[in-house]
């Protein structure tokens, strides 16, 4: 019965992305002068520099013995997180200074040095192809992708469905700004109708000035694709925004890489730095970091505040809700990494921002009741 239904999934897959192949599909996305001289490009596909084994066949059908054998505990938060709205928070100018708000996920309103830049959008209530299936948000996002405040650059880390959400993207296709994708991904942006000229496309350790602001392409450990038929056909990437005064690192997705410790020679030290913690097995530990990954990183790119991302908005693995924060505020304890831990939609100034274990009172597990967890 359970090879029964593996099968289905198998075929499910298939169907949903023979539905999407015309939108989905890689066609030409990758314009040739861009990888000419990139190594990491080969014939069509981008590749890691370290071997990765990614979501192979084999891994696939070890993750979906593992969904239907073991039971999967508390997926879901026991009772409504706690949202920020923030519709009026970013009204005026942005800040001269650091400011931010999670969006949940790798979602992020980014403030520095009088610029306002907006991380990896994904505002929608369902990460998938469609909208009547797929992994569906815990809670509310803090603002409707209509109400977005102006912004002056949009960043793309990949193209995944959880990073790369079209109704987000389109609700600010009319808007005086740029996009910053890696390559390849600027061509999905095109297909759906954005002008190329808002488009800036970058290849690993590419350089662009926004005004005052560097924003650099920075490498990735991960791939790429929405079907079947685009795997790893567009790039991926991490970011590093610097300025006078401060400097932003944003891991995207990625896996571990001695390409951190590149980043943090170049660009560091980084105020602050934006992980993924969240979505992480044994099956893909070459692809994604976990707790233990991300603070490592976080040292690797010289950071000073860390703030997990990836976690708390969509149920993408097989651990509970809540375990990639339990185990990376052990992991930060060990090593001293400075952790900052913000509630969904608040809006913080990193320097006087004190972290508390908000998630703790929305868990099942009855050791981090309201009444046990009086912080």
Avoid: C
């Avoid at 992708?145 to 109704?167: G, K, T």
């Avoid at 000035?209 to 991926?236: E, V, Y």
């Avoid at 990625?254 to 980043?263: F, L, N, Q, S, V």
């Amino acid at each position: 019965m359970k090879i029964a239904i593996i099968l289905i999934i198998i075929l499910a897959a298939g169907w949903l992305s023979a539905l999407g192949l015309r939108q989905f599909r890689a066609r030409t996305l990758v314009p040739l002068e861009l990888v000419e001289k990139a190594d990491h490009y080969k014939g069509r596909h981008f590749v890691n520099r370290l071997p990765s084994e990614e979501l192979s066949a084999g891994n696939f059908f070890r993750m979906a013995k593992k969904f239907f054998t073991e039971k999967q505990p508390d997926k879901r938060p026991a009772r409504p997180l706690p949202v920020h709205s923030i519709t009026n928070e970013f009204d005026g100018p942005p800040s001269e200074n650091l400011r931010f708000a999670w969006l949940g996920h790798s979602s992020v309103i980014l403030e520095i040095e009088g610029r306002r830049l907006l991380l990896d959008p994904m505002l929608s209530e369902r990460s998938s192809l469609v909208r009547w299936a797929g992994p569906r948000r815990f809670h509310p996002a803090p603002i409707t992708a209509e109400n977005l405040p102006q912004v002056d650059a949009v960043l793309i880390s990949h193209d995944h469905f959880d990073h790369l959400d079209r109704a987000t993207i389109m609700a600010l296709a009319d808007r005086h700004l740029l996009f910053y994708t890696p390559i390849g991904v600027g061509q999905r942006l095109i297909d759906w109708g954005i002008e190329p000229q808002k488009i800036i496309q970058m290849n690993w350790w590419d350089i662009h000035k926004l005004n005052d602001l560097q924003i650099t392409a920075t490498p990735a450990r991960h791939f790429s694709g929405r079907g079947l038929l685009d795997r790893d056909m567009t790039l991926w990437t991490s970011w590093a925004i610097t300025g006078d005064r401060h400097r932003v690192f944003f891991s995207g997705d990625t896996g571990p890489t001695p390409d951190m410790a590149e980043i943090g020679e170049r660009f560091g030290p980084f105020d602050l730095t934006f992980i993924e913690i969240g979505a992480y097995d044994e099956y893909w530990g070459s692809i994604h970091a976990g707790p233990q990954v991300a603070t490592e990183i976080h040292r690797q790119v010289k950071g000073r505040r860390m703030v997990p991302i990836h976690w708390a908005t969509f149920d993408l693995a097989y651990h509970s809700w809540y375990t990639p924060a339990e185990e990376v505020v052990a992991a930060t304890s060990e090593t001293e990494v400075d952790l900052l831990t913000p509630e969904i939609g608040a809006v913080i100034n990193p320097h006087n921002h004190l972290s508390k274990s908000w998630w703790r009172p929305y868990q099942q597990d009855p050791r981090f009741s309201p009444e046990t967890n009086k912080e």
